[in-house]
T-cell receptor
Framework: EAGVAQSPRYKIIEKRQSVAFWCNPI?????LYWYQQILGQGPKLLIQ????????DSQLPKDRFSAERLKGVDSTLKIQPAKLEDSAVYLC?????????????FGSGTQLSVL | SQQGEEDPQALSIQEGENATMNCSYK?????LQWYRQNSGRGLVHLIL?????REKHSGRLRVTLDTSKKSSSLLITASRAADTASYFC??????????FGAGTRLTVKP
């Protein structure tokens, strides 16, 4: 079974530039998550999708972050414009149906450096 | 906001010793999960314990849950150098919205 795919692996941009990350979850997984992990901290949930609908985006900074999951499969997360404090690893995860007691499968992440 | 808090933040032991990590959380949960993260990689699920369970085993892993104290512990027995990683607890509330703690960074010296 193929895992969660993310790209790019690394990205370096200057502040105020825009950046986009892509995620392809495990085939058939209905639930997709984007997490932000700042160095030395645990992952922080940004947004959770169930198929192509948003379940939870309460911690997404909506003035600069946006995410979409068209057709309920792969997803993109965009930052526009980026700030220095956005430097982090952006992790995508998926689970089968988004039910309680399901485990999450994570991709390797995109490491973003904002200069 | 983060839900779980792990303790200690960092732990260094010798190969063969046991490693114990603790997790405390604030609100009621449906389940608690432990994940492992190797440097530069994504998280890997280790074990899940439901709110009505008190102890669970998986290989060299033993997890306990005390809902009255809102705490959990992860014990790794007979540690190996390959166990060196960060360990996170995560709690699920509604819609399986997993919230993670800050993690314990475990170093196992050969």
């Amino acid at each position: 079974e193929a895992g969660v795919a993310q790209s790019p692996r690394y990205k370096i941009i200057e502040k105020r530039q825009s950046v986009a990350f892509w995620c392809n979850p495990i085939s058939g997984h209905a639930t997709l998550y984007w997490y932000q992990q700042i160095l030395g901290q645990g992952p922080k949930l940004l947004i959770q999708f169930q198929n192509n609908g948003v379940v939870d985006d309460s911690q997404l900074p909506k003035d600069r972050f946006s995410a979409e999951r068209l057709k309920g499969v792969d997803s993109t997360l965009k930052i526009q414009p980026a700030k220095l404090e956005d430097s982090a690893v952006y992790l995508c995860a998926s689970s089968s149906r988004g039910l309680i007691n399901e485990k999450l499968f994570f991709g390797s992440g995109t490491q973003l450096s904002v200069l | 906001s983060q839900q779980g808090e792990e303790d200690p933040q960092a732990l260094s032991i010798q190969e063969g010793e046991n490693a114990t990590m603790n997790c405390s959380y604030k609100t009621s949960i449906n389940n608690l999960q432990w994940y492992r993260q190797n440097s530069g990689r994504g998280l890997v699920h280790l074990i899940l314990i439901r709110s009505n369970e008190r102890e669970k085993h998986s290989g060299r892993l033993r997890v306990t849950l005390d809902t009255s104290k809102k705490s959990s512990s992860l014990l790794i027995t007979a540690s190996r150098a390959a166990d060196t990683a960060s360990y996170f607890c995560a709690t699920a509330h509604n819609n399986n919205d997993m919230r993670f703690g800050a993690g314990t960074r475990l170093t196992v010296k050969p």
